[in-house]
């Protein structure tokens, strides 16, 4: 069941969200060449604990890390570890804070150090197709609307849609109704409501979409190893169109 939120149930969601922003924001300047993702968790987890919140992904399902750091060609669920980021790697950080029982979730795709041309391509436009996505949700639009204008914009610009993961409601829970995928058929799919929200989050690759899951059962990593990246906000559905909850107090999205 699709539930409409309240306008304080709203407030909390946005507040977590804010809480991840700046946790990105407070990430970002340490993401470079010779930090392991281990170090990035553990900044990552103070960081959210110091806010009043906890991190909602440690301990989900038996997830041993409180943020998850793909590195490449990963494309979701990688696992922190002792790995050392070198020049010119992409890390996805996905994340996820709990705040007074509700949850904010944002994941983002970053470059470490001097990148190559086809990477920066593909976060562009990574980038870009979650914003397109963003931009068709307003009541009366539906599910299907936000996947066929993220699907058309990816392959458009040849990158690679995966199709076994998708976006997800959320709320009190970190996943709930409805499945939010990447790609779809416009005009069909439940119907966006005021008050609903959702976390949108396309993961495109620069060559194959096809994937695999590694023997930790968790990282998924593409199947020819060409690199992906990942973008998500949680946003609510409003009266005049969508407002992005993972921003900033002043409506920063970076």
């Known amino acids: 069941m699709i539930s409409i939120k309240s306008p304080r149930e709203i407030d909390l969601i946005e507040k977590a969200g804010n809480i991840v922003y700046q946790t990105h924001e407070y990430l970002r300047p340490f993401i470079k060449e010779g930090i392991t993702t281990k170090e990035l968790d553990k900044l990552a987890h103070d960081f959210i604990i110091s806010k009043?919140?906890?991190?909602?992904?440690?301990?989900?399902?038996?997830?041993?890390?409180?943020?998850?750091?793909?590195?490449?060609?990963?494309?979701?669920?990688?696992?922190?570890s002792n790995r050392k980021l070198k020049n010119g790697d992409i890390i996805s950080i996905d994340m996820v804070a709990c705040y007074k029982g509700y949850h904010g979730d944002s994941a983002?795709?970053?470059a470490v150090g001097e990148v190559d041309k086809d990477s920066k391509y593909l976060m562009e436009h990574t980038k870009k197709a979650l914003y397109v996505g963003l931009d068709v949700i307003k009541?009366?639009?539906?599910?299907?609307?936000?996947?066929?204008?993220?699907?058309?914009?990816?392959t458009s610009h040849n990158l690679g849609v995966v199709k076994e993961l998708v976006g997800h409601g959320i709320g009190t829970n970190m996943h709930e109704e409805p499945d939010v995928p990447n790609y779809g058929v416009?005009?069909?799919?439940?119907?966006?409501?005021?008050?609903?929200?959702?976390?949108?989050?396309?993961?495109?690759?620069?060559?194959?979409?096809?994937?695999?899951?590694?023997?930790?059962?968790?990282t998924i990593e593409t199947e020819d190893y060409s690199r992906a990246a990942h973008y998500e906000h949680t946003v609510v559905v409003t009266k005049e169109g969508y407002k992005i909850l993972t921003g900033g107090k002043n409506g920063e999205n970076r």
Not at 139 to 154: F, N
Not at 192 to 217: N, Q, R, W
């Open 52 to 80: 009043g919140a906890t991190p909602s992904e440690l301990g989900y399902e038996g997830y041993p890390a409180s943020i998850c750091t793909s590195v490449n060609s990963e494309v979701v669920h990688g696992i922190p």
């Open 108 to 110: 983002w795709t970053y």
């Open 139 to 154: 009541p009366g639009a539906r599910i299907g609307d936000i996947g066929a204008a993220i699907e058309e914009y990816a």
């Open 186 to 218: 416009k005009g069909t799919g439940p119907i966006l409501k005021e008050g609903m929200v959702i976390a949108v989050e396309p993961m495109l690759t620069f060559e194959s979409p096809e994937i695999c899951l590694l023997d930790d059962d968790w």
